[in-house]
């Protein structure tokens, strides 16, 4: 049922949040060992930028899509989207995840191990652009989520696009920050990488892609979604 405009226009993250928990509750459930990331991470004081559980489980369905058997993340925090695409592997899978802050690799390691999937993710420690190049023996990855420092977006994107073969796909993290990708005049560097980003994708061939906007319990923000069609 279409909402009344006035709900419309009070929306507000504590209706998007009421949403996203009227959606994980209903479609979502429990997860001990998602639950126990979330958890660590906290009481380790990693800050809570984690994936919000339906985006969570969006990355977990699009590799799923994708019949995706190898993955590549940048940027792990604790582990929390590395553990919803993980459990999209199948049991010969495997996901890399690339992440240079040891404190964070650690807290990572342990849930992983507690979600099962020790075996199947391998953490390399290191800044993704020094990690990436080590990468082509394992390549192609059929699923590739960027959502590391987004300064270096655009430096990611060449990559990405090395490591991942036709059918792949590509989704970056954080791409609308509370709109402010549509302002061309922004000073904020943040900004102007992922907009640099965007013109890569649009200016490359090999992709198709858009962009879809969120709201939820993380905010106003977005993915990129790419495609490699040749
Ligand atoms: N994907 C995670 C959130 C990642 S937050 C989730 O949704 O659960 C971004 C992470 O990228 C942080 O852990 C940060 O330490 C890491 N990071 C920042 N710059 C990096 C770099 N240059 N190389 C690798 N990791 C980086
Ligand atoms: C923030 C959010 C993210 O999803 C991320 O990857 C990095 C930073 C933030 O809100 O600051
Ligand atoms: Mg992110």
């Known amino acids: 049922m279409a909402q009344p405009a006035s709900t419309i226009e009070s929306s507000s993250k504590e209706q998007w949040t009421a949403v996203d928990e009227y959606v994980n509750d209903l479609l979502i459930g429990s997860d001990p060992a998602l639950e126990a990331a979330l958890e660590t991470s906290s009481a380790a004081g990693l800050p809570p930028i984690a994936v919000s559980p339906p985006q969570g489980k969006l990355l977990h369905l699009l590799a799923r899509s994708v019949g995706a058997r190898k993955i590549l993340e940048l940027g792990t925090l604790g582990a ?3 553990i919803w695409m993980g459990r999209a592997l199948p049991s010969d899978g495997k996901l890399i995840t690339l992440e240079y802050d040891p404190k964070h690799a650690e807290v990572a390691r342990g849930n992983i191990a507690r979600a ?3 075996q199947k993710v391998e953490i ?3 800044r993704a652009i020094d990690t990436l190049p080590q990468l082509t023996g394992e390549a192609p990855f059929d699923l590739i989520f960027i959502d590391a420092d987004k300064v270096s977006y655009p430096d990611y994107f060449p990559w990405a696009l090395k490591l991942s073969r036709p059918g792949s796909l590509i ?3 954080n791409i609308v920050r509370k709109g402010a990708v549509a302002d061309p005049s922004s000073d904020d560097e943040n900004v ?5 980003y965007n013109e890569l994708l649009a200016a490359e061939p090999r992709v198709s892609a858009t962009v879809i906007q969120t709201v939820g319990s993380k905010g106003y923000d977005g993915f990129a979604m790419a495609l490699v069609v040749k």
């Open 171 to 173: 989704i970056a993290d």
């Open 192 to 196: 102007q990488a992922v907009r640099r």
């Open 124 to 126: 390399r420690l290191g």
């Open 80 to 82: 929390y989207s590395t």
């Open 116 to 118: 099962g999937l020790a």
